[in-house]
Structures are given as structure tokens and as C-alpha cells.
């Protein structure tokens, strides 16, 4: 049963919805319930977006608890809400996506700790390893420290937080990603060039090695799941990242127009 975000009090219903709601010409003709214990707004975050939401949530005011945790993410019985699914229910797919949140949440935190962890010992391996072929065929020396190379990985993988700019700025998701991509790649290779002191082309040959492992782990757990129809990299062929770098570049560059003109 939902309550008032303000005073918890129990309500029937968050808000009333009259006729000709889907009509956009006379408006949503929804009117959120006035709550009879406290006078104020039962649920205002119904009419909120995410970006509200969000930071709300960093400022940790209750009321913003209070409407996930009472009002979206449970239902009766204090059991979890699903997310809803965009795809047919007879696929695997569907059915992960019919399951409880924090089961999706933990199978997804399962596949990216099992592929960020075959990056790093398949680097660490070629690396530090006695039985490393790139050792073994004089491409570099030995490193004695191999937690300084996950180190290494893990400060020029920081580029990746770049997408919690989404919630304040909107963009081309697709392409970003794309860019975001051949970025942290490039903050990787230069990492490892000057972390081991080696040529770009065995830094380089490090990070495709990495990646090919992580692809490899996450392909294989998407398959014991029964996903393995599931295209985990999405588009990503070189022409499609070639004309998001092309983007980027042009972007930077306008931005740069604009600066110089201010």
C-alpha cells in the first residue's frame, strides 16, 4: 500500500486520473492526492524525472527513499518489484528480465567482476609471468610488480564515469559510448607504455590482449546463461567508431570555436 512521503501516512492511490489523459492537447489530466493527514502532496516525485531523482538521492532526503521504497521498487508483501521487459517473455532474456531487480543486479555485477578480472590476469600474465611468451621472446623484461599494473589499469579505466554526466546532460548515447570506448582503450595503452617503459605496439598488444579476454569471459558467461544470442558489444564495427571519433573531434573542435569567440 502506498503512503505520503511526507508523513507516512497510508493512501488509497498517489493520484487520480480523468479522462482524456493520453490526449497531449488537454494535458496529462492527472492531479496528484492530496494527503489528509499532512495537506501536502502524497507522492510529488511522481511527476519528477530521473535527474530529480538522482539528486535527490545524493542529498539523501527521505522523502526520495520513501517514494522507491514504498511507492516504485516494492510491492505487497515486502516483496521486490521487476523491471519491465521490452522483450518476449520465451526467451532467456525475458525470463532475466521477469526475475527480482537485485537478482538482475547480481548477475550483471557477477558477468563484469568475471570480465574485469580476465583483463587484469591476462595483462598481469603477459606482464609479470616466467612463462609469458612476450618475456619469452625479448618484446619486454619482466615486470616484478604486478599489482602496480592492475593499478595502473584500474586509474586509466576511470574515464569510464564519464557517463554520470547522463543524468545532467543529454547526448548521442550510441556514439558517446563508442567514444568512450577508444578512450579508455587509449588511457589504458598509454598507461602500460609508461608504467613498463615499453614500445606503443606492446602496450598496445597488452590492451587488445586484455580486451579479448574480457570479450572471451563475458561471451562465456552470457552463454552458461543462456544468452549467448545476446550481442554484448552492440554496434561496434570501425566504421560506426570511426565516424563517433569523427564526432567527437568536431565537437571538441566547436566547443573550442566557441571559447576562443567568448
Known amino acids: 500500500m502506498p ?26 489530466n492527472i492531479r496528484l492526492t492530496v494527503c489528509r ?11 519528477h524525472d530521473f535527474v530529480v531523482l538522482f539528486i535527490d538521492l545524493v542529498l539523501i532526503k527521505p522523502q526520495v527513499y520513501r517514494h522507491l521504497l514504498h511507492n516504485t521498487l516494492m510491492r505487497d508483501g515486502d516483496r521486490f518489484d521487476t523491471v519491465p521487459t521490452m522483450v518476449p517473455g520465451g526467451s532467456n532474456l525475458g525470463r532475466l528480465a521477469q526475475q527480482p531487480i537485485v537478482v538482475q543486479y547480481l548477475f550483471f555485477l557477477i558477468l563484469c567482476a568475471l570480465s574485469t578480472l580476465a583483463f587484469h590476469l591476462s595483462i598481469r600474465f603477459l606482464t609479470c609471468s616466467l612463462f609469458s611468451p612476450l618475456n619469452a621472446f625479448g618484446g619486454m623484461p619482466r615486470h616484478a ?62 590492451a587488445i590482449a586484455g580486451a579479448a579476454s574480457r570479450w572471451a569471459v563475458g561471451r562465456l558467461v552470457l552463454t552458461a546463461a543462456g544468452l549467448g544470442d545476446v550481442d554484448s558489444i552492440g554496434e561496434s564495427s570501425v566504421a560506426a567508431d570511426g565516424k563517433a571519433l569523427w564526432a567527437l573531434v568536431m565537437l571538441a573542435r566547436d566547443w573550442a570555436g566557441r571559447l576562443a569567440v567568448g
Open 145 to 206: 610488480r604486478p599489482n602496480s599494473v592492475s593499478t595502473a589499469l584500474l586509474v586509466s579505466s576511470s574515464t569510464k564515469l564519464f557517463p554520470i554526466l547522463m543524468v545532467i546532460w543529454e547526448y548521442d548515447v550510441p556514439a558517446a559510448a563508442r567514444s568512450l570506448g577508444w578512450a579508455v582503450v587509449a588511457n589504458n595503452v598509454e598507461a602500460l607504455r609508461i608504467l613498463l617503459d615499453c614500445k606503443y605496439y606492446t602496450a598496445c598488444i597488452l
Open 37 to 47: 493527514n499532512c495537506g501536502r502532496f502524497c507522492d510529488k516525485y511522481v511527476e
Open 3 to 28: 503512503i505520503c512521503i511526507e508523513c507516512r501516512h497510508p493512501v488509497k492511490t498517489l493520484w487520480t486520473q480523468y479522462s482524456g489523459a493520453g490526449d497531449k492537447s488537454s494535458g496529462h
